[in-house]
């Protein structure tokens, strides 16, 4: 006669297979695997800026949305040739600049009537981008300014001014970056630079970035299409006329 056992009120432990194990360990590995390459995305590629203003033109353009790089530069040094991101002084409270570095760490950099010298020699820089058809947009003083007019006659020279004095005390004033006696040499200086603004050919009023951008960016564009900057054009549409009339003619 078989022995009868009673109720149980107890469930009987269930084995956890090793295989359901690794796979739930793969799953948690693979989901925190993803959440880490989205930090480190986010940390080093996923910071834009947009462009603002017209110096990078023809390579980017005011306005322009990109994504800023940071990693590369944990590895690497920035070199010649390189587009950087960067606040000025540190300063958190302005926009990004975007700039192409024209000299490696150590080289002696100057400029010196609106020329550029690495290493104590001039650089072609300049030269060469002209060659290739590209914009050069310099940030220079009027001394400077005056003698590229000389070298390079066909060059646009631009004043770019804040809307009233006052403006420019208070910019200089709140960006926190500058000293008093900065700010007095940086005055002294726009007094001097207000002496030669009839040598230049447009003044553009810097009283919205963005505005002042875009109005340089007419300014460049339409010069660009001016006569005495579209030698190469006139010559060979002068070439392909008269060969047309010699044709008929013969």
Same mark, same amino acid.
């Given at each position: ?24 360990? /793969? ?6 695997? &993803?959440?880490?390459? &989205? ?15 017209? /110096? ?13 790089? /940071? ?51 001039? /650089? ?52 926190g970056t500058e000293s008093a006696e900065v700010i007095e040499k940086r005055l002294a200086r726009a007094v001097e630079e207000s002496e030669g603004v009839e040598a230049y050919d447009y ?9 002042? &951008? ?11 299409? &001016? ?14 006329l008269s060969g047309f009339v010699k044709g008929e003619r013969e």
């Open positions: 006669m078989a022995k009868n056992r009673g109720l149980s009120f107890y469930r009987r432990k269930k084995k956890i297979s090793s295989a359901h194990v690794r796979e739930a360990f /793969s799953w948690l590995f693979g989901i925190f695997t &993803a959440i880490f390459i &989205a930090v480190v995305l986010n940390v080093f590629l996923g910071v834009t800026t947009n462009v603002v203003g017209v /110096s990078m033109e023809p390579a980017l353009y005011n306005g322009q949305r990109i994504f800023i790089n /940071s990693f590369v530069y944990l590895i690497s040094s920035p070199k010649a040739g390189d587009v950087v991101v960067f606040l000025p002084n540190g300063n958190e409270n302005t926009h990004y600049y975007v700039k192409r570095v024209v000299a490696g760490p150590g080289d002696s950099v100057a400029i010196r009537d609106g020329i550029l010298y690495v290493n104590g020699e001039e /650089s072609p820089w300049v030269e060469e981008k002209l060659a290739e058809g590209k914009n050069v947009i310099l940030e220079i003083e009027i001394q400077g300014a005056l003698k590229i007019k000389k070298k390079f006659p066909e060059s646009l020279l631009v004043f770019v001014t804040p809307p009233s004095g006052e403006e420019l005390v208070r910019r200089l004033q709140g960006r003044i553009v009023v810097n009283d919205d970035l963005g505005e002042c &951008a875009e109005e340089i960016h007419f300014l460049v564009e339409a010069c660009r299409r &001016a006569p005495v900057r579209r030698g190469a054009f006139i010559n060979e549409i002068r070439r392909q």
